[in-house]
T-cell receptor, first 114, second 113 residues
Framework: NAGVTQTPKFQVLKTGQSMTLQCAQD?????MSWYRQDPGMGLRLIHY???????DQGEVPNGYNVSRSTTEDFPLRLLSAAPSQTSVYFC?????????????FGSGTRLTVV | AQTVTQSQPEMSVQEAETVTLSCTYD???????LFWYKQPPSRQMILVIR??????QNATENRFSVNFQKAAKSFSLKISDSQLGDTAMYFC??????????FGPGTRLSVLP
């Protein structure tokens, strides 16, 4: 039981490049989400999903795309990276959605856009 | 919308002493959950303690305890007998059942030898 797996752990991109951050969970959690962590701002919600085929925007969705074709996977796509997207990204899951026992987090991806 | 405030960006404490981290939140709801998460230098987010708003008794997990004041919308974390391994960022978080977490900005705690 691996929990929530995020890849890669570190990434450097040039402005304008695209990439996908991968997130997979093996706990059959219906809820998955992406957060970004910036100094002094805590974790802010980018996108979330309450089940396969269902996604919705969070607080800071601009510049990011998501899809959820399976229960296990929830990739985050940056179509044209910008320096403002330099951050640490976390994927989190829970069962059920907003489950009262909290989230299981991945180990994070540190992304630098130069 | 709910908001979470942590007014102490940084704190330090001597090893073996006690420290309290503050958290306040704003909501008009009556039933909700509150959490403290720890993020050590490894970056992993670790659940420290959780509190259900309908329970009056304060949650305790070993050296970690909370002071939950529902009327004041306050949820502070007390760490007793601080250890070097407690050095981390601590995030307070609010959750309505069926919705998304709202996190505070975090408090960086340093435990000094």
């Amino acid at each position: 039981n691996a929990g929530v797996t995020q890849t890669p752990k570190f990434q450097v991109l040039k402005t304008g490049q695209s990439m996908t951050l991968q997130c997979a969970q093996d706990m059959n959690h219906e809820y998955m989400s992406w957060y970004r962590q910036d100094p002094g701002m805590g974790l802010r919600l980018i996108h979330y999903s309450v089940g396969a085929g269902i996604t919705d925007q969070g607080e800071v969705p601009n510049g990011y795309n998501v899809s959820r074709s399976t229960t296990e996977d929830f990739p985050l796509r940056l179509l044209s990276a910008a320096p403002s997207q330099t951050s640490v990204y976390f994927c989190a899951s829970s069962r059920p959605t907003g489950g009262p026992y909290g989230y299981t987090f991945g180990s994070g991806t540190r992304l630098t856009v130069v | 919308a709910q908001t979470v405030t942590q007014s102490q960006p940084e704190m330090s404490v001597q090893e073996a002493e006690t420290v309290t981290l503050s958290c306040t939140y704003d909501t008009s709801e009556n039933n909700y959950y509150l959490f403290w998460y720890k993020q050590p230098p490894s970056r992993q987010m670790i659940l420290v303690i959780r509190q259900e708003a309908y329970k009056q008794q304060n949650a305790t997990e070993n050296r970690f305890s909370v002071n939950f004041q529902k009327a004041a919308k306050s949820f502070s974390l007390k760490i007793s007998d601080s250890q070097l391994g407690d050095t981390a960022m601590y995030f307070c978080a609010f959750l309505l059942y069926g919705q998304n977490f709202v996190f505070g900005p975090g408090t960086r705690l340093s435990v000094l030898p």
